[in-house]
């Protein structure tokens, strides 16, 4: 299931600008949810000597580049897993195809209105903002859509000559109707998943757009029941529901005070509320609700986040000549709280009406769950400076959490950064460059657990008679925080009147003590899982910007910005010595997991991929064994091996230009990939099927090149593989292959990510004081050598932490390419 | 006027930062929010109670679809020749079947287990406490006569090991008696906290009846001495007599646990709501026993209410070694699936015997406990003692299947759905069948080990499988009994094509449950030769002279 990222409340147009802090020096300021870096996000406020009112309206058209290909020459033949194999005989001559993958994917349409009012008194001391905005969306599968509302209002306030306010509030009401996202519990049951792989295997000689009966029945294709064929792709668009609805208010109130000359008083306050409901619906006839007769599932989410803080800044002091600090001191503390009531009933009375109401009184079941977290810290941080040209920053900062057991639930951590502008201390240099700064920091990071990690609690049990029971996982005690330890060395030069730029980082970091949850052990604990101290995991990476001015005229500049990053993550160990750590979430697939072991990547896939050739007498080490009463290889079952698949790429590179003629603009910014496996589980599944593309040759009698596990294996004289096998009758050719074989390798991409034209209309143009037109085109095309539909992909979402599901492709949705035609208008 | 002003600023600064002066006492307070508000981490020790209680009856059920297979009581027919892995008396790599007790014992009952225990110590709540001392060794029993050796018990449940060392069998049998008797002890009290009431709470099975749990524990007990026949000196049968007759006193005292099926896990295991049997058939061994032919003809009345006929009205089993035995019959001749209906029908219609959603599924009966002391009184040379007991089981047996029949309106004429019609066995077919004497010999000269263990088998098909296996490996599957000559388990036929990994020799152990020891404790395994490809093969301790 997907859920809205809450990230999505925010309202573009009120976004003053972004800052992007990467390393732990975010912590410093934000504490410990900025342990891997920080997004900024400033709103905007009205500004004295405006004044006025903007209406902005954009509207996008968004069509997918591709859709899945399958082959069509070949017919149904059995029935498995939910949807029919296809290894039967082929489609005879005159066959109707009704192209059923493409046909179901509609353009989506949005359109964004947003009005604001901003200004200031005369005399400036009170500015303000009001900003309305309204967004409607339509997705690419049918039956999907998005709105939003976004009310924002700020002020800010010069209220006496030593006391300033800044407030903001706002308001957003959200709806959004998803398609149920596709997983499979094995490869070979698709029972309850999204739409995209019951369009996949549907067969293109039944016209899919006719899902019901005429009685207004779901209508079955296949013999195997209702509960166990895979739902036609509309009837789970239209029948079945994953929908939510939320509001949430955000108030950020910021106080300055300046009560002497020498410092000042900052104090911030914020509040952030949301209240989301959730509906699943699992439709009475649908594959996942029909044994239950409809399972519908509601959530009431309520949350409340406060965060306080409160810092004494100190204004530049003069130490001595050239020599001055300043810096701050302060704390903060948060506590946040969620409370969700979740109810589940089955058996509709009515199989059309969704409401709780109409389910069997005797099939409601419920639960509720509370989740608290409270957090203090202490802060302080000093900078000196000398002659301006070399800066050193210390900062420390202790945290107090509630969710590590109180022996350990303090924890301080420092850290240190310099830059040194050696074009300002140096001027010879300025012979060469225009202006060059070196920069250094080390900075160490504490993180906490997730609360209630750290103490079992009973469940109220489900089985006969009731009761209490506990949960699958067991207590530890000695639960302490995880550190991270990150070093970092850049430089950053200026060529040419600052017409060309170079910047580079080098940082490593280091994490020991994580805490990894889940961690699974024998039984004889007597529990399952346990939330462990234990890891140890290092990232390293280089990180070039190079950003020039090749053409700059008074009427036309063009600007390139080039950022190049290569990274690495390596896990160093596991908590006591296990030798394999894997995300049961990411595990949607077969026999392929996002799991790592010591030594290698953390994006690594492990698996139960084929047995080869151990020993490498015979000169033959690494090739496949097969089977000698098959033809076929063999799978290694007894454990899952890392075989050196690994997710992360070399390097990437985003490109942007930027090129300007007096009143048009013209930016586009492409993003460059090169290496990083992806696993191309929809082709696995689809080949399993007899439906990929690639399994047309079936007819071609082949040998497997290996060699026979006859015993001969491991001798200088092993048997070579000559069983001829010819897959369109031997089919376990196809339903056994690994997933190992649809692991691309390297994969690489080219794609324009981005391209907007723009233009400013003259002023005065409909009364207006400023006026712009603009068109974008967003994913416009893609080079890769990946052969699915988009490598880009994630099997899970952001919420399943780590590696997550990044770069495993099954079932997801093609990406689309959209225009978007905008205007901004200033009165 | 600038000094009112700077005081007014230094007030509010004051003030402000005051704020947090006063706030840092409380710090700590602040942040003790991290008890969990959804769950207790304590109740009471009768809440434990029915969760245990629940998985004491319903662990056996898991693992007896795979030990059935074994045993012979059901097969799982397919689409292929081959038969399935446990049908060829093998098992299913990086699977947990077939290992449902292991993770009970250790997790279900687990923590679960010594907190009540703990708690029930605590308040003198000696009732308690003795449930909890037999559901302990009832544990440490179930996994030792299926697995061998398992986790050391002296460094079981420590959270602060991640792998474990096993034990020894005859350690383990020896907490496991001495586990019995402390529960013997302790239900044997009245004092203290002993509270019908408290304990009827969490008691689904006997109500609060503290005599009733202390007839079981002696029940318990004879059984685990009884598992010691061929350990020579070490299997003592009138102490297993003895132990019996302190037990069970009728089938009022048969241990059941009463499914209420109002939700997926409260539903009968063996039910059709959940699936899990639709596809098994009876073979031909039980069918074997009831329909006459390994009894000289005489036609036992309990086969018409535990066994399914097929729809031509013949009663049928398959053969094991025939993977695809049930398609190739034409479909008159299908046996129908233990609910009674043919193919995998039988979903919200009326069940026979066990096997519907709301029946009181068997833990352990009188009729079994008089079958082992006959085979105890047999053996110490008492055939009187014997045969009496042997008569009052299959007395037993028979009336446990109508009651069985009863629970959830099983018998009775079932209109729209024939093939489910069942009656009670009658007075009159009950003392026809105890007088024949080719099934109750006439005198105890008459008696053998063939009669005893196979009408055992009749009594305990479809749920005790955890006994009936170890009473088959106690006679190798085929030991012929020494006076008749005859086979032990009457009609039993090793399957001819066994699991890859056998090297032709039966079963004898299951393997650790995968998931827990297979992958995390390997160190414990190799010590033991867990590792090896053909350790299932391995006849466990109890077996050994």
Same mark, same amino acid.
């Given at each position: 299931?997907?859920?809205?990222?809450?990230?999505?409340?925010?309202?573009?147009?009120?976004?003053?600008?972004?800052?992007?802090?990467?390393?732990?020096?975010?912590?410093?300021?934000y504490?410990?949810?900025?342990?891997?870096?920080?997004?900024?996000?400033?709103?905007?406020?009205?500004?004295?000597?405006?004044?006025?009112?903007?209406?902005t309206?954009?509207?996008?058209?968004?069509?997918?580049?591709g859709?899945?290909?399958?082959?069509?020459?070949?017919?149904?033949?059995?029935?498995?897993?939910?949807?029919? !194999?296809?290894?039967?005989?082929?489609?005879?001559?005159?066959?109707?195809?009704?192209?059923?993958?493409?046909?179901?994917?509609?353009q989506?349409?949005?359109?964004?209105?947003?009005?604001?009012?901003?200004?200031?008194?005369?005399?400036?001391?009170?500015?303000?903002? %009001?900003?309305?905005?309204?967004?409607?969306?339509?997705?690419?599968?049918?039956?999907?859509?998005?709105?939003?509302?976004?009310?924002?209002?700020?002020?800010?306030a010069?209220?006496?000559?030593?006391?300033?306010?800044?407030?903001? %509030?706002?308001?957003?009401?959200?709806?959004?109707?998803?398609?149920?996202?596709?997983? /499979?519990?094995?490869?070979?049951? /698709?029972?309850?998943?999204?739409?995209?792989?019951?369009?996949?295997?549907?067969?293109?000689?039944?016209?899919?757009?006719?899902?019901?009966?005429?009685a207004?029945?779901?209508?079955?294709?296949?013999?195997?029941?209702?509960?166990?064929?895979?739902?036609?792709?509309?009837?789970?668009?239209?029948?079945?529901?994953?929908?939510?609805?939320?509001?949430?208010?955000?108030?950020?109130?910021?106080?300055?005070?300046?009560?002497?000359?020498?410092?000042?008083?900052?104090?911030?306050?914020?509040?952030?509320?949301?209240?989301?409901?959730?509906?699943?619906?699992?439709?009475?006839?649908?594959?996942?609700?029909?044994?239950?007769?409809?399972?519908?599932?509601?959530?009431?989410?309520l949350?409340?986040?406060?965060?306080?803080?409160?810092?004494?800044?100190?204004?530049?002091?003069?130490?001595?000549?050239?020599?001055?600090?300043?810096?701050?001191?302060?704390?903060?503390?948060?506590?946040?709280?969620?409370?969700?009531?979740?109810?589940?009933?089955?058996?509709?009375?009515?199989?059309?009406?969704?409401?709780?109401?109409?389910?069997?009184?005797?099939?409601?079941?419920?639960?509720?769950?509370? %989740?608290?977290?409270?957090?203090?810290?202490?802060?302080?941080?000093?900078?000196?400076?000398?002659?301006?040209?070399?800066?050193v920053?210390?900062?420390?900062?202790?945290?107090?959490?509630?969710?590590?057991?109180?022996?350990?639930?303090?924890f301080?951590?420092?850290?240190?950064?310099?830059?040194?502008?050696?074009?300002?201390?140096?001027?010879?240099?300025?012979?060469?460059?225009?202006?060059?700064?070196?920069?250094?920091?080390?900075?160490?990071?504490?993180?906490?657990? !997730?609360?209630?990690?750290?103490?079992?609690?009973l469940?109220?049990?489900?089985?006969?008679?009731?009761?209490?029971?506990?949960?699958?996982?067991?207590?530890?005690?000695?639960?302490?925080?995880?550190?991270?330890?990150?070093?970092?060395?850049?430089?950053?030069?200026?060529?040419?009147n600052?017409?060309?730029?170079?910047?580079?980082?080098?940082?490593?970091?280091?994490?020991?003590?994580? %805490?990894?949850?889940?961690?699974?052990g !024998?039984?004889?604990?007597?529990?399952?899982?346990?939330?462990?101290?234990?890891?140890?995991?290092?990232?390293?990476?280089?990180?070039?910007?190079?950003?020039?001015?090749?053409?700059?005229?008074?009427?036309?500049?063009?600007?390139?910005?080039?950022?190049?990053?290569?990274?690495?993550?390596?896990?160093?160990?596991?908590?006591?010595?296990?030798?394999?750590?894997?995300?049961?979430?990411?595990?949607?697939?077969?026999?392929?997991?996002?799991?790592?072991?010591?030594g290698?990547?953390t994006?690594?896939?492990?698996?139960?991929?084929?047995?080869?050739?151990?020993?490498?007498?015979?000169?033959?080490?690494?090739?496949?064994?097969?089977?000698?009463?098959?033809?076929?290889?063999?799978?290694?079952?007894?454990?899952?091996?890392?075989?050196?698949?690994?997710?992360?790429?070399?390097?990437?590179?985003?490109?942007?230009?930027?090129?300007?003629?007096?009143?048009?603009?013209?930016?586009?910014?492409?993003?460059?990939?090169?290496?990083?496996d992806?696993?191309?589980?929809?082709?696995?599944?689809?080949?399993?099927?007899?439906?990929?593309k690639?399994?047309?040759?079936?007819?071609?009698?082949?040998?497997?090149?290996?060699?026979?596990?006859?015993?001969k294996?491991?001798?200088?004289?092993?048997?070579?593989?000559?069983?001829v096998?010819?897959?369109?009758?031997?089919?376990?050719?196809?339903?056994?292959?690994?997933?190992?074989?649809?692991?691309?390798?390297?994969?690489n991409?080219?794609?324009?990510r981005?391209?907007?034209?723009?233009?400013?209309?003259?002023?005065?143009?409909?009364?207006?004081?400023?006026?712009?037109?603009?068109?974008?085109?967003?994913?416009?095309?893609?080079?890769t050598?990946?052969?699915?539909?988009?490598?880009?992909?994630?099997?899970?979402?952001?919420a399943?932490?780590?590696?997550?599901?990044?770069?495993?492709?099954?079932?997801?949705?093609?990406?689309?390419?959209?225009?978007?035609?905008?205007?901004?208008?200033?009165? | 006027?600038?000094q009112?002003?700077?005081?007014?600023?230094?007030?509010?600064?004051?003030?402000?930062?005051?704020?947090?002066?006063?706030?840092?006492?409380?710090?700590?307070?602040?942040?003790?929010?991290?008890?969990?508000?959804?769950?207790?981490?304590?109740?009471?020790?009768?809440?434990?109670?029915?969760?245990?209680?629940?998985?004491?009856?319903?662990?056996?059920?898991?693992?007896?679809?795979?030990?059935?297979?074994?045993?012979?009581?059901?097969?799982?027919?397919?689409?292929?020749?081959?038969?399935?892995?446990?049908?060829?008396?093998?098992?299913?790599? =990086?699977?947990?079947?077939?290992?449902?007790?292991?993770?009970?014992?250790?997790?279900?009952?687990g923590?679960?287990?010594?907190?009540?225990?703990?708690?029930?110590?605590?308040?003198?709540?000696?009732?308690?406490?003795?449930?909890?001392?037999?559901?302990?060794?009832?544990?440490?029993?179930?996994?030792?006569?299926?697995?061998?050796?398992?986790?050391?018990?002296?460094?079981?449940?420590?959270?602060?090991?991640?792998?474990?060392?096993?034990?020894?069998?005859?350690?383990?049998?020896?907490?496991?008696?001495?586990?019995?008797?402390?529960?013997?002890?302790?239900?044997?009290?009245?004092?203290?906290?002993?509270?019908?009431?408290?304990l009827?709470?969490?008691?689904?099975?006997?109500?609060?009846?503290?005599?009733?749990?202390?007839?079981?524990?002696?029940?318990?007990?004879?059984?685990?001495?009884?598992?010691?026949?061929?350990?020579?000196?070490?299997?003592?049968p009138?102490?297993?007599?003895?132990?019996?007759?302190?037990?069970?006193?009728?089938?009022?005292?048969?241990?059941?646990?009463?499914?209420?099926?109002?939700?997926?896990?409260?539903?009968?295991?063996?039910?059709?709501?959940?699936?899990?049997?639709?596809?098994?058939?009876?073979?031909?061994?039980?069918?074997?026993?009831?329909?006459?032919?390994q009894?000289?003809?005489?036609?036992?009345?309990?086969?018409?209410?535990?066994?399914?006929?097929?729809?031509?009205?013949?009663?049928?089993?398959?053969?094991?070694?025939?993977?695809?035995?049930?398609?190739?019959?034409?479909?008159?001749?299908?046996?129908?699936?233990?609910?009674?209906?043919?193919?995998?029908?039988?979903?919200?219609?009326p069940?026979?015997?066990?096997?519907?959603?709301?029946?009181?599924?068997?833990?352990?009966?009188?009729?079994?406990?008089?079958?082992?002391?006959?085979?105890?009184?047999?053996?110490?040379?008492?055939?009187?003692?014997?045969?009496?007991?042997?008569?009052?089981?299959?007395?037993a047996?028979?009336?446990?299947?109508?009651?069985?029949?009863?629970?959830?309106?099983?018998?009775?004429?079932?209109?729209g759905?024939?093939?489910?019609?069942?009656?009670?066995?009658?007075?009159?077919?009950?003392?026809?069948?105890?007088?024949?004497?080719?099934?109750?010999?006439?005198?105890?000269?008459?008696?053998?080990?063939?009669?005893?263990?196979?009408?055992?088998?009749?009594?305990?098909? =479809?749920?005790?499988?955890?006994?009936?296996w170890?009473?088959?490996?106690?006679?190798?599957?085929?030991?012929?009994?020494?006076?008749?000559?005859?086979?032990?388990?009457?009609?039993?036929?090793?399957?001819?094509?066994?699991?890859?990994?056998?090297?032709?020799?039966?079963?004898?152990?299951?393997?650790?449950?995968?998931?827990?020891?297979?992958?995390?404790?390997?160190?414990?395994?190799?010590?033991?030769?867990?590792?090896?490809a053909?350790?299932?093969?391995?006849?466990?301790?109890?077996?050994?002279?």
């Amino acid at each position: 299931m997907d859920f809205t990222n809450h990230a999505s409340d925010l309202n573009p147009e009120d976004i003053e600008s972004i800052t992007v802090l990467k390393g732990p020096e975010a912590a410093a300021l934000y504490g410990i949810d900025a342990a891997n870096g920080a997004i900024v996000i400033t709103t905007k406020r009205g500004r004295p000597g405006t004044g006025g009112m903007e209406y902005t309206n954009s509207v996008s058209v968004a069509n997918v580049r591709g859709a899945p290909e399958v082959q069509t020459t070949y017919g149904p033949n059995a029935e498995s897993g939910g949807a029919y !194999s296809y290894f039967g005989t082929p489609y005879p001559a005159g066959a109707r195809f009704y192209n059923n993958i493409n046909g179901f994917f509609t353009q989506a349409v949005s359109q964004k209105h947003n009005l604001s009012f901003s200004g200031a008194s005369g005399d400036s001391r009170i500015t303000y903002r %009001i900003s309305g905005g309204v967004t409607r969306q339509t997705g690419n599968i049918p039956n999907t859509w998005y709105r939003r509302m976004n009310l924002q209002g700020s002020s800010t306030a010069q209220v006496t000559n030593w006391l300033s306010a800044d407030l903001v %509030i706002s308001y957003s009401y959200s709806t959004n109707n998803q398609p149920f996202k596709g997983v /499979c519990a094995t490869p070979t049951t /698709c029972v309850g998943g999204g739409p995209m792989l019951g369009l996949l295997v549907y067969p293109d000689t039944i016209n899919a757009r006719d899902y019901l009966t005429p009685a207004g029945q779901r209508r079955l294709i296949t013999s195997l029941g209702a509960a166990s064929e895979v739902d036609n792709p509309y009837y789970t668009v239209n029948k079945n529901q994953n929908y939510s609805k939320g509001d949430r208010t955000t108030v950020n109130l910021g106080l300055n005070i300046a009560p002497v000359s020498w410092g000042f008083i900052k104090l911030n306050l914020g509040s952030d509320a949301y209240t989301t409901k959730y509906l699943i619906n699992r439709d009475p006839q649908s594959a996942a609700g029909y044994n239950n007769n409809g399972i519908l599932d509601l959530s009431d989410d309520l949350t409340r986040n406060l965060d306080g803080q409160a810092t004494f800044n100190f204004n530049r002091f003069t130490l001595m000549k050239g020599l001055s600090v300043s810096g701050f001191a302060g704390g903060s503390m948060s506590t946040y709280r969620t409370e969700d009531d979740a109810l589940e009933g089955m058996n509709y009375l009515d199989p059309n009406f969704v409401s709780m109401n109409n389910t069997d009184i005797t099939k409601r079941s419920n639960r509720t769950v509370v %989740i608290r977290r409270r957090r203090m810290s202490a802060f302080g941080s000093a900078t000196l400076s000398y002659n301006n040209y070399l800066f050193v920053n210390l900062t420390g900062r202790n945290d107090w959490t509630s969710t590590i057991p109180r022996a350990r639930n303090s924890f301080f951590y420092p850290g240190v950064n310099g830059s040194f502008v050696f074009s300002d201390a140096f001027p010879f240099v300025r012979k060469v460059l225009t202006s060059g700064r070196l920069t250094a920091a080390f900075a160490e990071v504490g993180r906490d657990a !997730s609360p209630y990690a750290f103490r079992p609690s009973l469940l109220s049990a489900t089985t006969t008679g009731g009761g209490f029971r506990y949960d699958f996982w067991g207590p530890n005690v000695n639960l302490k925080p995880e550190f991270a330890k990150s070093y970092e060395v850049g430089a950053e030069l200026g060529f040419l009147n600052d017409r060309v730029g170079l910047e580079a980082t080098f940082y490593r970091k280091t994490t020991r003590d994580q %805490i990894v949850q889940n961690v699974r052990g !024998s039984y004889g604990t007597g529990f399952i899982l346990f939330n462990l101290n234990g890891a140890t995991t290092r990232n390293t990476g280089i990180e070039l910007t190079l950003r020039g001015t090749p053409i700059l005229t008074r009427d036309f500049s063009w600007d390139v910005l080039a950022n190049f990053n290569h990274s690495r993550g390596t896990t160093v160990s596991l908590p006591f010595g296990q030798t394999e750590f894997y995300n049961s979430d990411t595990w949607l697939y077969g026999n392929v997991r996002n799991g790592t072991m010591p030594g290698i990547s953390t994006m690594s896939l492990t698996g139960f991929f084929y047995q080869r050739v151990a020993t490498d007498s015979g000169g033959r080490k690494g090739q496949l064994l097969i089977d000698p009463t098959s033809g076929l290889p063999l799978r290694d079952v007894t454990a899952f091996k890392d075989y050196g698949y690994d997710r992360q790429p070399d390097f990437t590179i985003g490109l942007t230009n930027g090129f300007k003629y007096k009143n048009l603009a013209f930016d586009f910014l492409l993003d460059i990939r090169k290496g990083g496996d992806v696993f191309n589980a929809t082709e696995h599944w689809l080949t399993v099927r007899g439906l990929a593309k690639g399994t047309l040759d079936r007819e071609t009698p082949r040998i497997v090149p290996g060699i026979l596990k006859d015993g001969k294996e491991n001798t200088p004289n092993p048997t070579v593989n000559g069983i001829v096998v010819v897959p369109a009758a031997n089919t376990g050719y196809y339903t056994g292959m690994s997933e190992e074989l649809f692991i691309e390798k390297n994969i690489n991409w080219v794609r324009l990510r981005d391209a907007t034209l723009a233009y400013t209309l003259p002023r005065g143009v409909l009364g207006s004081k400023t006026a712009s037109v603009y068109i974008t085109a967003t994913d416009l095309f893609l080079i890769t050598n990946y052969t699915g539909l988009d490598p880009i992909v994630n099997g899970n979402t952001a919420a399943t932490g780590g590696s997550g599901g990044v770069g495993i492709d099954f079932g997801n949705f093609p990406m689309p390419r959209t225009f978007n035609f905008g205007v901004r208008v200033g009165f | 006027m600038t000094q009112p002003i700077t005081r007014v600023r230094r007030a509010a600064a004051a003030l402000l930062l005051a704020v947090p002066a006063v706030t840092l006492p409380g710090c700590q307070n602040f942040l003790d929010v991290n008890t969990n508000p959804n769950t207790p981490e304590v109740v009471s020790a009768n809440l434990y109670l029915p969760g245990i209680l629940h998985w004491w009856a319903t662990a056996p059920a898991f693992d007896g679809r795979f030990l059935g297979r074994y045993t012979q009581m059901w097969m799982l027919p397919g689409t292929s020749t081959t038969p399935s892995t446990w049908d060829r008396m093998g098992y299913d790599p =990086g699977s947990d079947n077939g290992a449902e007790q292991w993770r009970d014992v250790y997790w279900s009952f687990g923590q679960n287990l010594i907190d009540m225990m703990t708690k029930a110590q605590a308040e003198e709540r000696w009732d308690i406490l003795g449930v909890g001392y037999l559901m302990k060794a009832w544990g440490w029993l179930v996994l030792t006569d299926m697995h061998g050796p398992i986790i050391k018990l002296d460094q079981v449940f420590d959270q602060s090991r991640l792998t474990f060392d096993y034990d020894t069998e005859d350690h383990q049998y020896e907490v496991v008696l001495a586990e019995l008797d402390s529960a013997i002890t302790f239900l044997e009290r009245t004092d203290g906290a002993v509270d019908a009431t408290y304990l009827r709470k969490g008691d689904l099975i006997y109500g609060g009846d503290r005599s009733k749990w202390l007839k079981a524990a002696w029940g318990v007990k004879a059984l685990a001495l009884n598992h010691l026949s061929n350990k020579g000196a070490l299997y003592r049968p009138q102490d297993v007599i003895a132990a019996v007759d302190k037990s069970f006193g009728s089938n009022a005292d048969d241990a059941l646990l009463p499914y209420q099926g109002t939700n997926n896990d409260n539903t009968n295991f063996y039910g059709r709501t959940r699936g899990n049997l639709p596809s098994y058939r009876q073979t031909y061994f039980p069918v074997g026993l009831m329909d006459g032919t390994q009894f000289s003809g005489a036609v036992d009345p309990r086969m018409r209410r535990m066994l399914s006929p097929s729809p031509d009205g013949v009663y049928r089993g398959l053969d094991p070694n025939v993977g695809d035995a049930l398609t190739i019959l034409p479909a008159a001749q299908r046996p129908n699936n233990v609910f009674g209906y043919p193919g995998t029908g039988g979903l919200a219609l009326p069940s026979r015997y066990i096997f519907s959603d709301k029946s009181k599924f068997p833990q352990m009966t009188y009729a079994e406990l008089q079958f082992v002391k006959a085979e105890a009184a047999y053996r110490a040379g008492n055939p009187a003692v014997a045969l009496s007991a042997y008569t009052t089981a299959i007395g037993a047996s028979i009336d446990f299947v109508n009651a069985r029949n009863a629970d959830d309106g099983q018998s009775g004429d079932h209109t729209g759905a024939p093939e489910s019609n069942i009656t009670q066995i009658s007075s009159a077919e009950r003392a026809a069948f105890l007088a024949d004497t080719r099934i109750v010999p006439a005198t105890p000269a008459g008696l053998t080990l063939s009669h005893i263990m196979s009408q055992k088998y009749v009594a305990l098909w =479809g749920w005790g499988h955890n006994e009936i296996w170890v009473d088959m490996r106690r006679y190798h599957y085929t030991d012929l009994d020494p006076v008749s000559g005859t086979k032990v388990f009457r009609g039993f036929k090793l399957p001819t094509n066994f699991y890859v990994d056998n090297a032709g020799q039966p079963v004898y152990r299951v393997r650790p449950r995968f998931n827990s020891e297979y992958v995390w404790n390997k160190p414990g395994l190799s010590q033991v030769g867990a590792l090896d490809a053909d350790y299932h093969t391995k006849p466990v301790w109890i077996l050994q002279p």
